[in-house]
């Protein structure tokens, strides 16, 4: 059980295009969703808390208009990094709580974006 | 705010054991957590302290103190697949940080032969 699954694994954009990464929990429902970042050799930066049914929870420095999260159904959340540029390059990783506040956080397995 | 601190790297040889130490500095507390990560890949969960002592799960042991700010993830039997990332993680207050974790930057952990 708790199986998060995230789509694509790996995409390469053209900079100024939009990409659209999806976070699915396979077999559980996920009220709360985090999605993270990490560059390499960094440790997993929390960029944002995504909430189902109301607006995600960003944390200080990430530019809510620039990373789209909806969080339409518990078990789907999308994040969309807009108008991407080679700065955006990085591992994003998405994760799901099992269960009530105090649960483990159980990670997908990470997109790796590509901006040329 | 938070403040995890582990070593970068490590190296130790197949068969022997690996303390990972990690220490915090924190707001509120309320678990702290190690996740394993090859390169790559995403985090893969080991562990989970909220009360002082030990944790023992197979060949992976974690142990917390919460007056010392301190935990430490004990790995016996080293074998060559447990070269990876260990990432020391701290949950914060529920209320305040809604579950939030906030990791320290991982140690790197060589196996040699």
């Known amino acids: 059980g708790a199986v998060v699954s995230q789509h694509p694994s790996r995409v390469i954009c053209k900079s100024g295009t939009s990409v659209k990464i999806e976070c699915r929990s396979l077999?559980?429902?996920?009220?709360?969703m985090f999605w993270y970042r990490q560059f390499p050799k960094q440790s997993l930066m929390l960029m944002a808390t995504?909430?189902?049914?109301?607006?995600?929870?960003?944390e200080q420095g990430v530019e809510k208009d620039k990373f789209l999260i909806n969080h339409a159904s518990l078990t789907l959340s999308t994040l969309t990094v807009t108008s991407a540029h080679p700065e955006d390059s990085s591992f994003y990783i998405c994760?799901?709580?099992?269960?009530?506040?105090?649960?483990?956080?159980?990670f997908g397995p990470g997109t790796r974006l590509t901006v040329l | 705010g938070q403040n995890i601190d582990q070593p970068t790297e490590m190296t130790a040889t197949e068969g022997a054991i690996v303390q990972i130490n990690c220490t915090y500095q924190?707001?509120?507390?309320?678990?702290l957590f190690w996740y394993q990560q090859h390169a790559g890949e995403a985090p893969t969960f080991l562990s989970y302290?909220?009360?002082?002592g030990l944790e023992e799960k197979g060949r992976f042991s974690s142990f917390l103190s919460r007056s010392k700010g301190y935990s430490y993830l004990l790995l016996k039997e080293l074998q060559m697949k447990d070269s990876a990332s260990y990432l020391c993680?701290?949950?914060?207050?529920?209320?305040?940080?809604?579950?939030?974790?906030?990791f320290g930057g991982g140690t790197r952990v060589l196996v040699k032969p």
């Open positions: 994760s799901a709580r099992l269960g009530e506040l105090g649960d483990t956080q159980y």
């Open positions: 077999d559980f429902q996920a009220t709360t």
């Open positions: 995504s909430n189902e049914g109301s607006k995600a929870t960003y």
């Open positions: 924190t707001s509120g507390f309320n678990g």
């Open positions: 302290n909220v009360l002082d």
């Open positions: 993680a701290v949950r914060g207050v529920i209320k305040a940080a809604g579950n939030k974790l906030t």
